[in-house]
Protein backbone atom coordinates (compact mmCIF):
# COMPACT_ATOMS: atom_id res chain seq x y z
CA UNK A 1 0.00 0.00 0.00
CA UNK A 2 0.97 3.49 -0.77
CA UNK A 3 1.68 6.24 2.27
CA UNK A 4 -1.56 7.79 2.80
CA UNK A 5 -1.25 12.30 2.09
CA UNK A 6 -3.46 14.58 3.68
CA UNK A 7 -4.45 18.06 3.04
CA UNK A 8 -6.19 20.86 4.67
CA UNK A 9 -9.23 20.73 7.12
CA UNK A 10 -12.57 22.22 6.63
CA UNK A 11 -11.63 25.39 8.79
CA UNK A 12 -7.90 25.95 7.26
CA UNK A 13 -9.93 25.71 3.88
CA UNK A 14 -11.98 28.35 4.91
CA UNK A 15 -9.07 30.44 6.33
CA UNK A 16 -5.97 29.53 4.35
CA UNK A 17 -4.29 32.06 6.68
CA UNK A 18 -4.23 29.56 9.61
CA UNK A 19 -2.26 27.01 7.71
CA UNK A 20 1.60 26.69 9.09
CA UNK A 21 3.69 29.41 7.11
CA UNK A 22 5.86 27.26 5.75
CA UNK A 23 3.29 24.92 4.11
CA UNK A 24 0.66 27.87 2.91
CA UNK A 25 4.12 29.86 1.24
CA UNK A 26 5.14 26.48 -0.66
CA UNK A 27 1.80 25.78 -1.34
CA UNK A 28 1.10 29.14 -2.89
CA UNK A 29 4.72 28.98 -5.06
CA UNK A 30 3.69 25.83 -6.11
CA UNK A 31 0.17 27.30 -7.69
CA UNK A 32 2.40 28.41 -10.93
CA UNK A 33 5.78 26.76 -10.41
CA UNK A 34 4.52 23.39 -9.11
CA UNK A 35 0.50 22.50 -10.21
CA UNK A 36 0.27 18.72 -9.85
CA UNK A 37 2.12 18.45 -6.42
CA UNK A 38 0.29 17.75 -3.47
CA UNK A 39 1.05 20.60 -1.36
CA UNK A 40 -1.33 22.56 -3.91
CA UNK A 41 -4.14 20.76 -2.05
CA UNK A 42 -3.71 24.14 0.36
CA UNK A 43 -4.54 26.09 -2.07
CA UNK A 44 -8.01 24.46 -2.08
CA UNK A 45 -9.81 27.93 -0.81
CA UNK A 46 -11.77 31.30 -1.82
CA UNK A 47 -8.93 33.72 -0.79
CA UNK A 48 -6.37 35.00 -2.47
CA UNK A 49 -2.64 36.06 -1.10
CA UNK A 50 -3.48 39.39 1.05
CA UNK A 51 -6.73 37.00 2.38
CA UNK A 52 -9.13 38.81 0.43
CA UNK A 53 -12.11 36.67 -0.96
CA UNK A 54 -11.99 36.38 -4.63
CA UNK A 55 -15.32 38.29 -5.92
CA UNK A 56 -16.28 40.68 -8.45
CA UNK A 57 -19.33 43.23 -8.32
CA UNK A 58 -20.71 44.00 -11.38
CA UNK A 59 -21.50 47.39 -12.50
CA UNK A 60 -24.88 48.21 -12.61
CA UNK A 61 -24.55 49.23 -16.45
CA UNK A 62 -24.11 45.29 -17.15
CA UNK A 63 -27.10 44.06 -14.35
CA UNK A 64 -29.55 47.05 -15.26
CA UNK A 65 -30.96 46.81 -11.32
CA UNK A 66 -30.50 48.29 -8.15
CA UNK A 67 -29.04 45.80 -6.08
CA UNK A 68 -25.12 44.86 -6.22
CA UNK A 69 -24.73 41.45 -8.03
CA UNK A 70 -21.87 39.66 -6.35
CA UNK A 71 -19.67 37.15 -8.23
CA UNK A 72 -17.62 34.92 -6.20
CA UNK A 73 -14.34 33.61 -8.99
CA UNK A 74 -13.66 29.65 -8.74
CA UNK A 75 -10.87 29.68 -11.59
CA UNK A 76 -8.25 30.43 -8.66
CA UNK A 77 -8.98 27.17 -7.56
CA UNK A 78 -6.06 24.13 -8.74
CA UNK A 79 -8.05 22.85 -11.03
CA UNK A 80 -9.63 25.91 -12.36
CA UNK A 81 -12.82 25.12 -10.46
CA UNK A 82 -14.70 25.00 -7.02
CA UNK A 83 -15.42 21.36 -7.68
CA UNK A 84 -12.48 20.65 -6.94
CA UNK A 85 -13.41 21.03 -3.04
CA UNK A 86 -15.75 18.94 -3.24
CA UNK A 87 -13.57 15.98 -4.78
CA UNK A 88 -11.07 16.45 -2.16
CA UNK A 89 -13.58 16.72 0.47
CA UNK A 90 -15.32 13.22 -0.39
CA UNK A 91 -12.12 11.74 -1.06
CA UNK A 92 -10.24 12.70 2.00
CA UNK A 93 -13.20 11.71 4.42
CA UNK A 94 -13.01 8.30 2.80
CA UNK A 95 -9.75 8.27 3.74
CA UNK A 96 -9.90 9.10 6.79
CA UNK A 97 -12.66 5.84 7.63
CA UNK A 98 -10.22 4.11 5.56
CA UNK A 99 -13.16 3.26 3.12
CA UNK A 100 -10.49 4.02 0.54
CA UNK A 101 -6.63 3.48 0.48
CA UNK A 102 -4.01 4.76 -2.17
CA UNK A 103 -2.87 1.67 -3.52
CA UNK A 104 -5.34 -0.73 -3.31
CA UNK A 105 -8.56 1.24 -4.69
CA UNK A 106 -9.09 3.00 -8.09
CA UNK A 107 -11.10 6.30 -7.50
CA UNK A 108 -14.27 5.98 -10.05
CA UNK A 109 -15.41 10.16 -10.17
CA UNK A 110 -19.22 10.16 -11.61
CA UNK A 111 -19.40 13.52 -13.28
CA UNK A 112 -20.54 15.95 -16.11
CA UNK A 113 -17.23 18.18 -16.48
CA UNK A 114 -15.90 20.28 -12.86
CA UNK A 115 -16.01 17.53 -10.19
CA UNK A 116 -14.27 14.80 -12.64
CA UNK A 117 -12.04 17.26 -13.73
CA UNK A 118 -11.18 17.80 -9.75
CA UNK A 119 -11.28 14.19 -9.09
CA UNK A 120 -8.57 14.01 -11.89
CA UNK A 121 -6.48 16.32 -9.88
CA UNK A 122 -7.11 15.37 -6.36
CA UNK A 123 -7.00 11.39 -6.61
CA UNK A 124 -3.22 11.26 -8.15
CA UNK A 125 -2.17 14.18 -6.14
CA UNK A 126 -3.64 11.79 -2.63
CA UNK A 127 -1.81 8.67 -4.41
CA UNK A 128 -4.79 7.09 -5.69
CA UNK A 129 -5.67 5.70 -9.52
CA UNK A 130 -8.53 8.12 -10.86
CA UNK A 131 -11.14 7.16 -13.58
CA UNK A 132 -13.81 10.19 -14.83
CA UNK A 133 -16.88 9.15 -16.22
CA UNK A 134 -18.78 11.76 -17.84
CA UNK A 135 -21.09 12.11 -21.28
CA UNK A 136 -19.34 12.18 -24.51
CA UNK A 137 -20.61 15.17 -25.36
CA UNK A 138 -18.80 17.20 -23.06
CA UNK A 139 -16.23 20.33 -24.10
CA UNK A 140 -13.48 18.84 -25.75
CA UNK A 141 -11.07 20.84 -23.11
CA UNK A 142 -13.24 18.91 -19.96
CA UNK A 143 -11.78 15.34 -21.79
CA UNK A 144 -7.54 17.31 -22.33
CA UNK A 145 -7.69 19.05 -18.59
CA UNK A 146 -8.79 15.25 -17.14
CA UNK A 147 -5.41 13.33 -19.55
CA UNK A 148 -2.92 16.25 -18.20
CA UNK A 149 -4.13 15.88 -14.72
CA UNK A 150 -3.19 11.46 -14.81
CA UNK A 151 -6.67 10.16 -14.58
CA UNK A 152 -8.49 8.30 -17.23
CA UNK A 153 -12.25 8.54 -18.54
CA UNK A 154 -15.18 6.67 -19.81
CA UNK A 155 -17.31 8.22 -22.44
CA UNK A 156 -21.33 7.60 -22.00
CA UNK A 157 -23.87 8.76 -24.25
CA UNK A 158 -25.48 12.09 -24.36
CA UNK A 159 -25.01 15.31 -23.39
CA UNK A 160 -24.79 17.11 -19.57
CA UNK A 161 -28.40 15.90 -18.94
CA UNK A 162 -28.13 12.40 -19.70
CA UNK A 163 -26.75 11.32 -15.50
CA UNK A 164 -28.55 8.05 -15.84
CA UNK A 165 -26.16 6.77 -18.62
CA UNK A 166 -23.22 7.75 -15.97
CA UNK A 167 -25.17 5.81 -13.46
CA UNK A 168 -25.24 2.65 -15.42
CA UNK A 169 -21.55 2.67 -15.72
CA UNK A 170 -20.88 2.93 -12.26
CA UNK A 171 -23.40 0.46 -11.42
CA UNK A 172 -21.11 -1.53 -13.91
CA UNK A 173 -18.26 -0.27 -12.78
CA UNK A 174 -19.04 -1.24 -9.07
CA UNK A 175 -18.96 -4.94 -9.72
CA UNK A 176 -14.58 -4.63 -9.36
CA UNK A 177 -14.34 -4.17 -5.43
CA UNK A 178 -11.16 -1.93 -6.74
CA UNK A 179 -13.62 0.60 -7.54
CA UNK A 180 -14.80 2.78 -5.50
CA UNK A 181 -17.16 4.81 -6.74
CA UNK A 182 -17.58 9.08 -4.96
CA UNK A 183 -20.18 10.22 -6.46
CA UNK A 184 -20.81 13.80 -5.52
CA UNK A 185 -24.59 13.89 -6.47
CA UNK A 186 -24.96 11.16 -3.02
CA UNK A 187 -22.01 12.43 -0.38
CA UNK A 188 -22.36 14.64 1.81
CA UNK A 189 -18.68 15.37 1.82
CA UNK A 190 -19.86 17.81 -1.33
CA UNK A 191 -22.23 19.39 1.00
CA UNK A 192 -20.32 20.08 4.25
CA UNK A 193 -17.40 21.69 2.14
CA UNK A 194 -19.93 24.30 0.51
CA UNK A 195 -21.66 24.45 3.59
CA UNK A 196 -19.07 25.56 5.94
CA UNK A 197 -15.69 26.66 3.02
CA UNK A 198 -18.31 28.27 0.61
CA UNK A 199 -21.04 29.40 3.04
CA UNK A 200 -18.94 30.93 5.58
CA UNK A 201 -16.43 32.58 2.86
CA UNK A 202 -19.64 34.20 1.40
CA UNK A 203 -20.34 35.80 5.02
CA UNK A 204 -17.13 36.94 5.30
CA UNK A 205 -17.12 38.91 1.89
CA UNK A 206 -20.46 40.16 2.93
CA UNK A 207 -18.37 41.98 5.67
CA UNK A 208 -15.17 42.68 2.71
CA UNK A 209 -17.24 44.91 0.54
CA UNK A 210 -18.81 46.90 3.40
CA UNK A 211 -15.44 48.08 4.28
CA UNK A 212 -15.54 48.94 0.77
CA UNK A 213 -18.63 50.94 0.73
CA UNK A 214 -21.00 48.26 -0.90
CA UNK A 215 -23.95 46.99 1.13
CA UNK A 216 -24.26 46.65 4.98
CA UNK A 217 -22.70 43.38 5.31
CA UNK A 218 -25.02 41.47 4.68
CA UNK A 219 -26.67 39.04 2.36
CA UNK A 220 -30.47 39.41 0.72
CA UNK A 221 -29.98 36.10 -1.66
CA UNK A 222 -27.50 33.39 -2.53
CA UNK A 223 -28.49 32.62 -6.40
CA UNK A 224 -26.92 28.90 -7.35
CA UNK A 225 -27.90 26.67 -10.30
CA UNK A 226 -27.80 22.43 -9.59
CA UNK A 227 -25.44 20.23 -10.76
CA UNK A 228 -24.79 17.88 -7.74
CA UNK A 229 -26.81 20.95 -6.15
CA UNK A 230 -23.44 21.41 -3.33
CA UNK A 231 -22.46 24.97 -3.94
CA UNK A 232 -26.21 25.07 -3.14
CA UNK A 233 -26.22 24.26 0.34
CA UNK A 234 -23.99 27.84 1.07
CA UNK A 235 -27.49 28.72 1.06
CA UNK A 236 -28.16 26.70 4.51
CA UNK A 237 -25.15 28.25 6.55
CA UNK A 238 -25.86 31.81 4.99
CA UNK A 239 -29.67 31.71 6.72
CA UNK A 240 -28.02 30.44 9.72
CA UNK A 241 -26.80 34.04 9.71
CA UNK A 242 -29.26 36.51 7.86
CA UNK A 243 -31.95 34.71 8.46
CA UNK A 244 -34.02 37.10 5.98
CA UNK A 245 -31.91 35.91 2.90
CA UNK A 246 -33.32 34.00 0.06
CA UNK A 247 -31.79 30.72 -1.31
CA UNK A 248 -32.77 30.58 -5.35
CA UNK A 249 -31.80 27.48 -7.44
CA UNK A 250 -31.93 27.49 -11.29
CA UNK A 251 -31.96 24.82 -13.79
CA UNK A 252 -32.09 25.09 -17.30
CA UNK A 253 -35.46 25.91 -19.33
CA UNK A 254 -34.83 23.15 -21.51
CA UNK A 255 -34.39 20.56 -19.05
CA UNK A 256 -37.01 21.92 -16.18
CA UNK A 257 -37.10 18.82 -14.12
CA UNK A 258 -37.67 20.70 -10.59
CA UNK A 259 -39.61 23.07 -12.41
CA UNK A 260 -42.55 20.82 -13.86
CA UNK A 261 -40.99 17.05 -13.39
CA UNK A 262 -39.30 18.15 -17.06
CA UNK A 263 -36.73 16.18 -19.29
CA UNK A 264 -34.69 17.24 -21.92
CA UNK A 265 -30.54 17.41 -23.63
CA UNK A 266 -29.13 20.83 -22.81
CA UNK A 267 -25.62 22.93 -23.45
CA UNK A 268 -25.43 24.89 -19.50
CA UNK A 269 -22.54 22.39 -18.77
CA UNK A 270 -22.26 21.40 -15.51
CA UNK A 271 -25.57 22.16 -13.89
CA UNK A 272 -30.05 20.45 -15.04
CA UNK A 273 -29.31 16.81 -14.41
CA UNK A 274 -32.34 15.30 -14.94
CA UNK A 275 -32.79 14.30 -11.61
CA UNK A 276 -33.15 15.34 -8.03
CA UNK A 277 -29.80 14.93 -6.19
CA UNK A 278 -29.70 13.74 -2.76
CA UNK A 279 -27.56 16.26 -0.87
CA UNK A 280 -29.84 18.73 -2.38
CA UNK A 281 -31.79 20.41 1.08
CA UNK A 282 -34.90 21.13 -1.03
CA UNK A 283 -36.77 22.27 1.86
CA UNK A 284 -34.55 25.53 2.43
CA UNK A 285 -34.60 26.69 -1.41
CA UNK A 286 -37.07 29.59 -1.63
CA UNK A 287 -37.79 29.82 -5.00
CA UNK A 288 -36.85 27.81 -8.66
CA UNK A 289 -36.12 29.81 -11.62
CA UNK A 290 -35.17 28.28 -15.07
CA UNK A 291 -32.63 30.01 -17.54
CA UNK A 292 -31.82 29.21 -21.07
CA UNK A 293 -28.85 27.39 -22.54
CA UNK A 294 -28.81 29.54 -25.74
CA UNK A 295 -28.32 33.06 -23.63
CA UNK A 296 -26.06 31.68 -21.12
CA UNK A 297 -23.37 30.49 -24.56
CA UNK A 298 -24.80 33.97 -25.87
CA UNK A 299 -23.93 36.29 -22.82
CA UNK A 300 -20.30 34.29 -22.46
CA UNK A 301 -19.17 35.32 -25.57
CA UNK A 302 -20.28 38.53 -24.52
CA UNK A 303 -17.51 38.51 -22.20
CA UNK A 304 -14.88 35.98 -24.14
CA UNK A 305 -13.99 38.15 -27.14
CA UNK A 306 -13.17 41.76 -28.01
CA UNK A 307 -16.21 42.85 -29.69
CA UNK A 308 -18.28 42.19 -26.50
CA UNK A 309 -15.56 44.49 -24.51
CA UNK A 310 -16.32 46.83 -26.59
CA UNK A 311 -20.15 46.98 -26.48
CA UNK A 312 -19.55 47.10 -22.64
CA UNK A 313 -17.86 50.32 -22.65
CA UNK A 314 -20.45 51.77 -24.88
CA UNK A 315 -22.67 51.00 -21.94
CA UNK A 316 -20.46 53.49 -19.63
CA UNK A 317 -18.27 50.60 -18.17
CA UNK A 318 -14.75 51.15 -17.97
CA UNK A 319 -12.23 49.73 -19.64
CA UNK A 320 -10.53 48.76 -16.42
CA UNK A 321 -13.79 46.30 -15.68
CA UNK A 322 -15.09 45.46 -19.11
CA UNK A 323 -11.21 43.81 -19.34
CA UNK A 324 -11.61 42.62 -15.88
CA UNK A 325 -14.68 40.34 -16.93
CA UNK A 326 -13.13 38.38 -19.79
CA UNK A 327 -12.39 35.01 -19.25
CA UNK A 328 -14.05 35.03 -16.29
CA UNK A 329 -16.83 33.53 -16.36
CA UNK A 330 -18.13 30.22 -17.82
CA UNK A 331 -21.76 28.62 -19.33
CA UNK A 332 -23.29 28.05 -15.94
CA UNK A 333 -21.32 31.30 -14.45
CA UNK A 334 -23.62 33.90 -16.76
CA UNK A 335 -26.25 31.19 -15.77
CA UNK A 336 -25.59 31.97 -12.23
CA UNK A 337 -25.81 35.91 -13.76
CA UNK A 338 -28.70 36.03 -15.05
CA UNK A 339 -30.69 33.82 -11.97
CA UNK A 340 -28.99 36.66 -9.84
CA UNK A 341 -30.42 39.61 -11.87
CA UNK A 342 -33.97 37.49 -11.68
CA UNK A 343 -33.24 37.54 -8.34
CA UNK A 344 -33.02 40.67 -7.62
CA UNK A 345 -35.64 41.69 -9.91
CA UNK A 346 -38.25 38.99 -8.46
CA UNK A 347 -37.74 40.41 -4.81
CA UNK A 348 -37.29 44.05 -5.72
CA UNK A 349 -34.21 44.76 -4.02
CA UNK A 350 -32.47 48.13 -3.46
CA UNK A 351 -29.29 49.46 -3.68
CA UNK A 352 -28.01 48.28 -0.31
CA UNK A 353 -28.56 44.90 -1.04
CA UNK A 354 -26.30 42.25 -2.34
CA UNK A 355 -27.36 38.79 -4.47
CA UNK A 356 -24.47 36.80 -4.13
CA UNK A 357 -23.23 34.10 -6.81
CA UNK A 358 -20.41 31.82 -7.91
CA UNK A 359 -18.66 31.60 -11.59
CA UNK A 360 -17.42 27.89 -11.12
CA UNK A 361 -15.06 27.94 -13.62
CA UNK A 362 -14.37 30.20 -16.58
CA UNK A 363 -14.08 30.48 -20.33
CA UNK A 364 -10.80 28.23 -20.94
CA UNK A 365 -12.99 25.05 -21.00
CA UNK A 366 -15.24 26.17 -23.00
CA UNK A 367 -13.88 27.47 -26.42
CA UNK A 368 -14.89 24.58 -28.61
CA UNK A 369 -18.53 25.36 -27.24
CA UNK A 370 -17.93 29.47 -28.55
CA UNK A 371 -16.72 27.94 -31.90
CA UNK A 372 -19.39 25.28 -32.02
CA UNK A 373 -21.91 28.49 -31.03
CA UNK A 374 -20.27 31.22 -33.81
CA UNK A 375 -20.51 28.37 -36.83
CA UNK A 376 -24.34 28.38 -35.81
CA UNK A 377 -25.34 31.43 -34.86
CA UNK A 378 -22.46 33.82 -37.09
CA UNK A 379 -19.52 35.82 -35.94
CA UNK A 380 -20.33 38.53 -32.89
CA UNK A 381 -19.72 42.51 -34.20
CA UNK A 382 -20.10 45.20 -31.55
CA UNK A 383 -23.58 46.09 -32.48
CA UNK A 384 -24.58 42.42 -32.03
CA UNK A 385 -22.99 42.04 -28.65
CA UNK A 386 -24.50 45.55 -27.31
CA UNK A 387 -27.87 44.02 -28.34
CA UNK A 388 -27.18 41.07 -26.56
CA UNK A 389 -26.02 43.16 -23.26
CA UNK A 390 -29.72 44.80 -23.80
CA UNK A 391 -31.96 41.56 -24.35
CA UNK A 392 -29.95 39.17 -22.00
CA UNK A 393 -28.60 41.30 -19.21
CA UNK A 394 -30.79 44.34 -19.32
CA UNK A 395 -34.05 41.98 -20.65
CA UNK A 396 -33.88 39.29 -18.02
CA UNK A 397 -37.29 38.74 -17.67
CA UNK A 398 -40.15 37.24 -14.67
CA UNK A 399 -41.06 34.39 -16.86
CA UNK A 400 -39.88 30.54 -15.57
CA UNK A 401 -40.14 31.33 -11.85
CA UNK A 402 -41.83 29.18 -9.01
CA UNK A 403 -41.84 29.79 -5.18
CA UNK A 404 -40.56 27.57 -2.63
CA UNK A 405 -44.27 26.93 -1.29
CA UNK A 406 -44.62 24.26 1.33
CA UNK A 407 -46.79 22.22 -1.86
CA UNK A 408 -43.55 23.01 -4.25
CA UNK A 409 -40.86 21.53 -1.87
CA UNK A 410 -42.94 18.51 -0.86
CA UNK A 411 -43.08 18.02 -4.82
CA UNK A 412 -39.27 18.47 -5.54
CA UNK A 413 -38.54 16.41 -2.29
CA UNK A 414 -40.36 13.96 -3.59
CA UNK A 415 -38.73 13.68 -6.85
CA UNK A 416 -35.71 12.42 -5.55
CA UNK A 417 -37.49 9.00 -5.17
CA UNK A 418 -37.46 7.92 -8.88
CA UNK A 419 -33.72 7.89 -8.86
CA UNK A 420 -32.31 7.38 -5.11
CA UNK A 421 -35.18 4.67 -3.91
CA UNK A 422 -36.20 3.15 -7.43
CA UNK A 423 -32.49 3.19 -8.93
CA UNK A 424 -30.23 3.71 -6.45
CA UNK A 425 -30.96 1.45 -3.52
CA UNK A 426 -31.84 4.46 -0.83
CA UNK A 427 -34.57 3.00 1.04
CA UNK A 428 -38.14 5.49 1.56
CA UNK A 429 -37.25 5.78 5.51
CA UNK A 430 -33.86 7.13 4.22
CA UNK A 431 -35.46 9.27 2.06
CA UNK A 432 -38.37 10.81 4.56
CA UNK A 433 -35.31 11.43 6.83
CA UNK A 434 -34.37 14.31 4.48
CA UNK A 435 -37.21 16.36 5.21
CA UNK A 436 -35.87 17.11 8.86
CA UNK A 437 -33.67 19.80 9.80
CA UNK A 438 -31.92 17.66 12.28
CA UNK A 439 -30.61 15.55 9.48
CA UNK A 440 -28.94 18.51 8.04
CA UNK A 441 -27.68 19.65 11.25
CA UNK A 442 -26.02 16.30 12.08
CA UNK A 443 -23.93 16.29 8.87
CA UNK A 444 -22.85 19.99 9.47
CA UNK A 445 -22.04 19.09 13.13
CA UNK A 446 -19.55 16.17 11.21
CA UNK A 447 -17.28 18.89 10.69
CA UNK A 448 -15.21 19.61 13.79
CA UNK A 449 -15.10 15.67 14.48
CA UNK A 450 -13.37 14.94 10.46
CA UNK A 451 -11.20 18.05 11.30
CA UNK A 452 -9.86 16.70 14.58
CA UNK A 453 -9.43 13.51 13.00
CA UNK A 454 -7.88 14.90 10.06
CA UNK A 455 -5.24 16.71 12.27
CA UNK A 456 -4.72 13.97 14.07
CA UNK A 457 -4.02 11.50 10.97
CA UNK A 458 -1.36 14.49 9.51
CA UNK A 459 0.89 14.53 12.82
CA UNK A 460 1.97 10.81 11.11
CA UNK A 461 2.50 12.26 7.69
CA UNK A 462 4.28 15.32 6.21
CA UNK A 463 3.78 16.47 2.65
CA UNK A 464 7.08 15.75 0.16
CA UNK A 465 9.23 18.90 -0.93
CA UNK A 466 7.82 20.93 -3.59
CA UNK A 467 9.95 21.27 -6.71
Not at 279 to 307: P, R, T, Y
Amino acid sequence: MAEMIYGPTFEEMLNPETVEEKTRKAAEAALEKDPLHPVNLYNIHWKDSKGRIRCVVLPRELTGVEARIVVLSGRHFPTGSHKVGAAYSISMEKQLEREIVPGRDTLVWPSTGNYGIGGAWVGPRLGYDSLVVLPEMMSAERFEKIACYGARYIKTPGCESNVKEIYDKTKELKEDPKNRILNQFAEMGNYRFHYHVTGNSIIQMAGQIQNEGIGKGKVAAFVSAMGSAGTIAAGDRIKQVFPDARTVGLEPIQCPTLYNNGFGGHDIQGIGDKHVTWIHNVHNMDALMCISDLQCKKGLQVFSEDAGVDALLSYGISEGTAKSLQGLFGISGICNVLGAIKTARFYELGKEEIVVTVATDSVDRYYSVLEDLAKEQGKMDKNEAKTRIQSIFHGAGLDWIQEGTRNNRDRWHNLKYYTWVEQLGKTVEELNALKDPEFWLKEQERIKEIDRKLIQARTEFVLPKSR
